[in-house]
């Protein structure tokens, strides 16, 4: 990649947005590169040793649709906010495609949502196929633009005045709006069989090889463009490591209500907060405390907490009501490195009040650890920070 000039910052007066100054692609240290290695091989090993029993059947629990989609537009939305962000600081087309893609993401997620069977009760719009075709689309719809986002990594930054970066960026949401609109409409009356008593067909694993394609392509052109040089990339490349992880268990589940299916929602969750959380947790103090990361912070905190309570209820089977903040402590941590101790308050409030809801021991108590456990997770987070 073409080395790039420093940045100088200029923020305007509300705070939220720098005006736009010279990119730099900031290279990633030592300890991001291991993070990354890590949480590659991480998911490359729980994948292989998930796929044998991801076609035996699971719960199921329909409403799980909601959790984990209200999670990931969240987490998509506070994303799409920040790369709207960066675009507008840099000038660098590869965040406003970006921003594009998580944007589109959240829309899709919410109109899912909308569609599936018993999410929120009956669906709201569409066929018995809207929801399967809505989730098709939104998948290939995401891995097309993170494949674009790749191809701009190394276009010049755009040089336009603040205004005219505004409405670039206003028109790119619309204009990915606007697309949404129009996928949803034609998957409400679409009858082609994606799903059929809840197994997926051959056009529903058609198009999923077409999708983990496209994420292949965009990973082997980062490593072509040695775009790992950028954070953006490295980062981006865990969340295609991710995705294709999440597919590959979702096509050997083989349909709806598997292990493999709950686990590649889970997934998905997971792999929604991985820009966003680690994006801000390489921030200084100074850049935390602007108002769009603080809003991103609380977001974040918010989803990895749901996370954690969602990875909790998936244990359940094997450690009952014992533990009913096993995975709480982690999200604590997190959040509080995330964006400091307000947030990571947020989210020990949510997983206690959660998990005290969700996994108390209906003989009473609140199983092997209590609520002084998620202090202590809180107040070690804050010493870590």
């Known amino acids: 990649m073409r080395a790039r000039p420093p940045m100088m910052l200029d923020y305007d007066a509300a705070g939220f947005f720098p005006t736009p100054a010279t990119a730099e692609a900031r290279a990633p240290t030592a300890i991001e590169r291991r993070t990354f290695t890590l949480l590659a091989v991480l998911y490359a090993g729980v994948t292989l040793g998930a796929i044998p029993w991801a076609n035996l059947a699971g719960p199921r629990v329909p409403e799980l649709i909601a959790v984990c989609n209200g999670g990931v537009a969240?987490?998509?939305?506070?994303?799409?906010?920040?790369?709207?962000?960066?675009?507008?600081?840099?000038?660098?087309?590869?965040?406003?495609?970006?921003?594009?893609?998580?944007?589109?993401?959240?829309?899709?997620?919410?109109?899912?949502?909308a569609?599936?069977?018993?999410?929120?009760?009956?669906?709201?719009f569409g066929t018995s196929q809207t929801a399967a075709w809505i989730f098709l689309l939104w998948r290939l719809g995401t891995a097309s633009l993170f494949l674009a986002a790749v191809l701009q990594a190394d276009a010049a930054p755009a040089q336009l005045p603040t205004d005219a970066i505004t409405r670039r960026i206003l028109s790119a949401c619309l204009g990915t709006l606007a697309a949404c609109a129009v996928i949803?409409?034609?998957?409400?009356?679409?009858?082609?069989?994606?799903?059929?008593?809840?197994?997926?067909?051959?056009?529903?694993?058609?198009?999923?090889?077409?999708?983990?394609?496209?994420?292949?392509?965009?990973l082997y052109r980062?490593?072509?463009?040695?775009?790992?040089?950028?954070?953006?990339?490295?980062?981006?490349?865990?969340?295609?490591?991710?995705?294709?992880?999440?597919?590959?268990?979702a096509m050997f589940a083989g349909g709806q209500y598997t292990l493999g299916w709950h686990f590649a929602k889970a997934?998905?969750?997971?792999?929604?907060?991985?820009?966003?959380?680690?994006?801000l947790g390489g921030k200084s103090a100074r850049e935390r405390a602007i108002p769009l990361h603080l809003i991103a912070a609380y977001g974040a905190a918010v989803v990895v907490m749901m996370t954690a309570l969602l990875?909790?209820?998936?244990?359940?089977?094997?450690?009952?009501?014992?533990?009913?903040?096993?995975?709480?402590?982690?999200?604590?941590?997190?959040a509080v490195w995330i964006g400091g101790w307000k947030p990571g308050t947020a989210a020990a409030v949510i997983g206690f009040v959660g998990a005290t809801v969700l996994f108390s021991d209906?003989?009473?108590?609140?199983?092997?650890?209590?609520?002084?456990?998620?202090?202590?997770?809180?107040?070690?987070?804050?010493?870590a920070r």
């Open 184 to 218: 949803i409409a034609a998957s409400a009356h679409l009858e082609v069989p994606a799903v059929v008593s809840g197994r997926f067909t051959a056009y529903n694993m058609s198009i999923s090889a077409v999708y983990l394609m496209i994420c292949g392509i965009a």
């Open 267 to 279: 997934s998905t969750v997971v792999s929604a907060c991985l820009i966003l959380v680690f994006w």
């Open 311 to 334: 990875l909790r209820w998936f244990m359940q089977p094997w450690v009952g009501y014992s533990y009913p903040f096993a995975t709480v402590f982690g999200a604590v941590a997190l």
């Open 74 to 113: 969240l987490a998509d939305i506070c994303t799409a906010l920040l790369l709207f962000y960066e675009f507008r600081r840099t000038g660098r087309n590869a965040f406003l495609v970006l921003g594009c893609a998580y944007l589109y993401s959240a829309a899709m997620a919410l109109a899912q949502v």
């Open 222 to 249: 980062i490593w072509r463009a040695r775009a790992f040089d950028d954070v953006l990339y490295l980062w981006l490349s865990l969340v295609l490591v991710a995705s294709i992880s999440d597919q590959v268990l």
């Open 115 to 124: 569609a599936f069977p018993g999410a929120l009760g009956a669906p709201l």
């Open 362 to 383: 209906p003989n009473g108590g609140l199983g092997t650890h209590g609520a002084g456990d998620v202090l202590g997770a809180l107040s070690t987070g804050c010493r």
